[in-house]
């Protein structure tokens, strides 16, 4: 086995599998393998041999919506396989299938023994992270069963229960023990002179609380078939840019992703919804930011994810009954929604999370700018007590009226940094200092004036509320006042990238900044100089604008969020150059990122390193990315607003 691992997604499943579509169990490249479903590892083995031997892979898994790969026995030049595997692999909604083909490459009749050793530890997703956190499970006991036609593995921790059921077609001719819990299943397969013989292996994973009525496809291909058709129907009837061919391709490419990564929600009415999710492999779930953003930057274009992500996020939005956590106030928009058992026995924090600062603007943001494009009310008159309830906590509990800021702190047992970027130290000054006392992010607050602006603009013309439109309107003012005062930096011609507890600058220079073009919140002056200043070469890198400014102490290129390259970071750079008129310079980031996409088959990473395009002809990969990400792969639609297709 390699250290390779390749990502089937559909929906909230995915699987990661080998070169020879195995499945070891342990972390490959950053990434376990197995098949996850709701937060759980339904398959932690599952592992191939013929006749005792693990075939040699031939023709590796390649990329795509299936894995295929080609195996034969180990030998040499002078003993040709006796046999070759064709195998073929996709997963579904609770579901995985594996088609598997021998062929006999004899002139005589052959018999081969053909095994499969399958386990599911059933682990939840928070176990297998890097920090290498144990967790205690009182009570815990998993079973095995043998079924006619396969094997049950199930696990019970008092009330949760999960199971995962493999079945064959044919049926094993036995299920065998192996003493680690694991059971192998076993079939003799008589061959004729060059013959063929198939079985096809479907496992279904029930995860707990999941009441869904699912079935196994008959096949890989009925399943590529299934995905095709979303993918198409996401792509269909988008005017990609004639004459950018690069660019279009990075938008079909987006969008099939974005239909991959739908995950079933639920709206305040308990109707069904299906929202983008944040990645994969460790974010197949709804976040409040990401799908808030996904949902802006498909707008214009796939208005249905906004019409979704909303009322999903008013279902989940705060209220005095909901948390007892700190981070847990009234009006305030969920940060993360989690299904698995850690979370569901309160051992990590994650089932409902709200260690976001910038959600609830961005819900409010989402809102105004869904009635603009679409000129549908419906929506904003239904979510009105949901839109007044954010304001509330952005006036109270966030901090707008004592702070005159969006204020975060530092939650014990959760985020230390609760806006985009959320990794610790990743708010620091210049020379990597991390702020003391509550935070006040420059970013957040653009958000912030632009929610005012657009809840003024729906107050006044669909609420009918002109009193309440006026209020607003002056709270915006009064933050865009107060932050030119208080964040601009002369000596640097540059906003902080925060205030500390003390209301002293963090003097870091950070891609942040365009996040305030992206909301209008510096005037014409000050927003033409952070633009320029972002297209200069200690931030541009050739493949975008770097989140931290090459020369400073805290900048390192392959640092989460001190100097690496984010593409939707870089989209709403893109938008606000666009919006403060600085067009050349949007479209030289917008000509970054699909030179970045090409290279690598039109798809954008969750991030980038930060090395130089001068030094470096290829985009250097992050190493701890998600592959497919929702905001990255929404990202080439943002640059298609904010340029067009010249």
Sequence with gaps: MTDRHHLLVYGGTFAAVGDAGDISGVRAAGSPEGLFVRDARHLSRWQLTV?????????????GDTARCVLVPRGGRD????????REQAVGDGSFIDEIRVTSNRPVPTTIRLALTADADFTDQFELRSDHRTYAKSGAKRHRQVLDHGVE???RRGEWRSVTTVTAEPAPDAVEETGTGARRLVWALDLAPHGTAELTLRVMARPHGDKRALRVPRSPASLSAQLLAQEGEFVEGVAFPTGWPELAAACARGLADLAALQVPATGPDGEEL????AGAPWFLTLLGRDALLTSLFALPYRPRLAAATLPALAATQATARTGADAVSQPGKIVHEVRHGELAHFGQVPYGRYYGSVDATPLFLILLGA??????EVDLAQRLEPHARAAIGWMLNHGGLTTRGYLVYRADQGGLANQNWKDSPGAICSSDGTRPAGPVMAAGAQGYAYDALRRTAWLARTVWQDGTYAALLEQAAADLRDRF????????????????DGAGRQVDALASD????LWSGLLDKEYGELVGRRLLEPDFFSGWGVRTLASGQPAYHPLSYHRGSVWPHDNALVTLGLARYGLHDEA????????????????????????YGRDTHAEPVPYPHACERESRSAAAPLALLTAVGGA
Excluded: C, I, K
């Design 51 to 63: 006749d005792g031997a693990v075939p040699e892979t031939l023709s590796p898994v390649a990329d």
């Design 79 to 86: 003993e040709p396989p006796a046999y070759t595997l064709f």
């Design 153 to 155: 593995f199930s696990y």
């Design 274 to 277: 299906r929202v983008p999710a």
């Design 370 to 375: 869904y009635v603009e494009q679409t000129g």
């Design 484 to 499: 030119q005062r208080d964040f601009w930096m002369p000596e640097h011609s540059f906003p902080a990238l925060a205030l």
């Design 513 to 516: 900044a365009g996040h305030l």
């Design 587 to 610: 479209r030289t980031v917008a000509n970054a990122l699909v030179d970045a996409a090409t290279t690598t088959g039109h798809r954008l990473p969750e991030v980038l390193a930060g």
